[in-house]
């Protein structure tokens, strides 16, 4: 049992590049989320799927697409990188009651340069 | 503005105190929820404490509790018998019914154990 797993957990990419960030848990949970995280902050939400079929922005998805492929697993894409978007990023997820806590992934730490 | 306020950006305690760390929180709605997570400086996200909003009774888990006072809207995390490996950035979030139960965080709190 994985929980949920990030990859890549570490990333340079250059002004105007693109790329996926891959979320993947196995709890069979139903909702999943992205976070990034800056220096000195609390997370903040981009996207979120509430369920296998959904998603909907969060606080912050200006710069991002989300697709949640399955049940299982939910991408970020960021289709041409900004130096603002160096940050470090969180998925998580959640089975969907009111009391659960939020599982969280180990983080992909980007930089754009 | 802001759900969630963590005053306190950075604390001391020494090994083997206790500490609380502050939380205060906005909400209209009567349903919501209460976590505390641990940040160590390995980057990963670890939760500790959950409280929701109906429940009578203070959270416990092992050496932390919460300190829940609806009516000023403050929940407190209490670290007892502070430990080294208690050295981390603290998390208070909230998660509101009417907001899809998504988690909203504070900005953090730096507690450093000294021996």
């Known amino acids: 049992n994985a929980g949920v797993t990030q990859t890549p957990k570490f990333q340079v990419l250059k002004t105007g590049q693109s790329m996926t960030l891959q979320c993947a848990q196995d709890m069979n949970h139903n909702s999943m989320y992205w976070y990034r995280q800056d220096p000195g902050m609390g997370l903040r939400l981009i996207y979120y799927s509430a369920s296998e079929g959904t998603t909907d922005k969060g606080e912050v998805p200006n710069g991002y697409n989300v697709s949640r492929l399955n049940k299982r697993e939910f991408s970020l894409r960021l289709e041409s990188a900004a130096p603002s978007q160096t940050s470090v990023y969180f998925c998580?997820?959640?089975?969907?009651?009111?009391?659960?806590?939020?599982?969280f992934g180990p983080g992909t730490r980007l930089t754009v340069l | 503005a802001q759900k969630i306020t963590q005053t306190q950006p950075g604390m001391f305690v020494q090994e083997k105190e206790a500490v609380t760390l502050d939380c205060t929180y906005d909400t209209s709605d009567p349903s919501y929820g209460l976590f505390w997570y641990k940040q160590p400086s390995s980057g990963e996200m670890i939760f500790l404490i959950y409280?929701?909003?109906?429940?009578?009774q203070n959270a416990t888990e092992g050496r932390y509790s919460l300190n829940f006072q609806k009516a000023r809207k403050s929940a407190n995390l209490v670290i007892s018998a502070s430990q080294l490996g208690d050295s981390a950035m603290y998390f208070c979030a909230m998660r509101e019914r009417s907001n899809d139960y998504k988690l909203s965080f504070g900005a953090g709190t730096t507690v450093t154990v000294r021996a």
């Open positions: 998580a997820s959640i089975r969907g009651l009111s009391t659960d806590t939020q599982y």
């Open positions: 409280q929701g909003s109906y429940d009578q």
